[in-house]
């Protein structure tokens, strides 16, 4: 046992030193280190277990990204001037296939952000069990207030530069925050032009007509909806008859709710990044899809067509609203300990991460801490990228699913994912913790391949 607690300390202390060298090097990105915070604390066990991938600096192998680009974006607004927005691409981790992961267009994004996401997405494109690398993307763009062909002219001029740096078997991006169809299709035009081929398979998230996947849209937000209920249903508890609360509006929130209802749950509130909205009888997703998905407009207008609901500004308040069940699907730390609070007080009974990185680490460390079925984001919005995967193997053989099709196959890999993610926190000593189990399980696959390539 003391033997034990030893090596637990020592491998505890090179996991701090490891963060600090990570922190150094790559110094005031908050959000990155935050992200690589959560993995190493998790993965002491099974460097405890293996000490190989000590010896053979996995850790510190996998922290560095094989490539982080970035590049400038100048494109013309509608008034004839010359906008400048910078691009980036990080190719973190291509062990198990192609670098894979999205492209976001908001004027937060910088290279701490993009940094966090491409870190995650490694080890979430793991535990889909496809065999897709870890990178991720996007701009400082914001499309909010911009007319189609201005979105038009910076996808092209974006493109310009990433298409030096994709391809089918090297970098599939895909969609993200500010980045649907719309963007995914121009983006998709100036690649084709530029190579002079149809090589459809270099982005996912293309329109049924380009060769995009039926499914892939909801993917997301399904899957999410999918992996909380396998974890609802383990404790007796289901969507069905209970009360979910829903941030955001986007892509991801939408699917969520439609499935959410579909599996007979009350959805009594979702938000844009201006304010919530919250219907006792339950959103209307009819009304929500034409304000989001059709008329581009505020989620405050809702209530114009639902006297009965209430708008009200600020989107943190939401997480004080009574709810069964909470699904964050709009950006990374939305929900701090200030709001676990309060849904830990309500009665919470389960946290499901849609978006990346919702939750801060205190708020996470309290819902586990009072006992909330929680959901990891890396585990439980892994169908998202786990659809792309299928639209990737699609567009090489081919072939074109049905909706049936991709639904039962996105269903059998959150319920794969979750059953690992469990075994594994078994395994390594912390029952029914996800945090810990789905990231070892996303290690163990990439750590394992890296190892068997050689030191590269
Ligand atoms: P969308 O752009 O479609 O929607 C984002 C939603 O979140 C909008 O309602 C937006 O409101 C809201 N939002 C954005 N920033 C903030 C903020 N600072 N505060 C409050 N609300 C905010 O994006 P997606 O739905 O695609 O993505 C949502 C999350 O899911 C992101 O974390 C993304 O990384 C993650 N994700 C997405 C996947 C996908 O397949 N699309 C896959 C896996 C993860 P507003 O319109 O006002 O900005």
Not at 177 to 192: M, P, S, T
Not at 311 to 337: R, S
Not at 419 to 425: C, H, L, Q
Request: with cysteine; charged share 25%.
């Amino acid at each position: 046992m003391r033997v034990l607690e030893l090596e637990t300390e020592n491998v505890r202390n090179y996991v701090n030193h490891l963060f600090e060298m990570v922190k150094s090097r790559n110094p005031n990105e908050v959000e990155f280190h935050q992200a690589v915070k959560e993995v190493f604390d998790s993965l002491v066990p099974v460097l405890v277990k293996n000490p190989t991938y000590i010896k053979l600096r996995v850790l510190d192998r996998m922290v560095e990204p094989e490539r982080f680009i970035t590049f400038r974006v100048p494109w013309v607004d509608d008034e004839g001037i010359v906008q400048v927005n910078r691009g980036f691409r990080v190719q973190y981790n291509s062990s198990i296939g192609p670098y894979k992961g999205g492209l976001r267009f908001h004027p937060s994004v910088n290279a701490s952000i993009i940094k966090f996401l491409g870190f995650e997405q490694i080890f979430k494109n793991a535990l889909t069990g496809q065999f897709i690398g870890g990178g991720k993307g996007g701009s400082d763009f914001d499309p909010k207030g911009k007319s189609d062909m201005e979105i038009m002219r910076f996808c092209q001029s974006f493109m310009t530069e990433l298409s030096k740096h994709i391809g089918p078997d090297l970098d599939v991006p895909a969609g993200d925050i500010g980045v649907g169809a719309k963007e995914i299709g121009y983006l998709f035009g100036q690649y084709k032009k530029l190579k002079g081929a149809y090589e459809a398979g270099v982005l996912t998230g293309k329109g049924i007509d380009s060769g995009g996947s039926l499914g892939r849209k909801e993917a997301t937000g399904y899957g999410t909806v999918y992996f909380v209920e396998e974890m609802l249903n383990e404790k007796g508890y289901s969507f069905t008859g209970s009360t979910v609360v829903v941030s955001g509006s986007g892509n991801v929130s939408i699917y969520a709710m439609e499935k959410a209802m579909e599996l007979g749950a009350s959805v009594i509130a979702c938000s844009d990044s201006s304010g919530y909205i919250y219907d006792p009888n339950g959103i209307n997703l009819d009304t929500v899809k034409r304000l989001k998905e059709v008329e581009n407009k505020r989620i405050k207008e809702y209530v114009k067509a639902h006297p009965e609901s209430t708008y009200v500004t600020g989107w943190k308040g939401i997480w004080t609203i009574p709810c069964d069940i909470a699904l964050p699907c709009a950006t990374q730390n939305e929900l701090d300990f200030e709001s676990a609070k309060h849904l830990i007080s309500n009665g919470i009974k389960a946290v499901g991460e849609g978006a990346n990185m919702p939750s801060t680490l205190d708020a996470i460390d309290e819902f586990l801490a009072s006992g909330v079925l929680f959901a990891p984001a890396k585990a439980a919005n892994a169908g998202g990228v786990a659809v792309s995967s299928l639209e990737m193997a699609q567009n090489s053989a081919r072939i074109f699913w049905s909706q049936e099709e991709i639904d039962a196959k996105l269903k059998v890999i959150m319920k794969t994912i979750y059953k690992k993610s469990m075994e594994a926190a078994t395994e390594y000593d912390f029952p029914g913790n996800l945090v810990v189990g789905a990231n070892i399980v996303g290690f163990m696959r990439v750590a394992d391949a890296m190892i068997e390539q050689g030191v590269i």
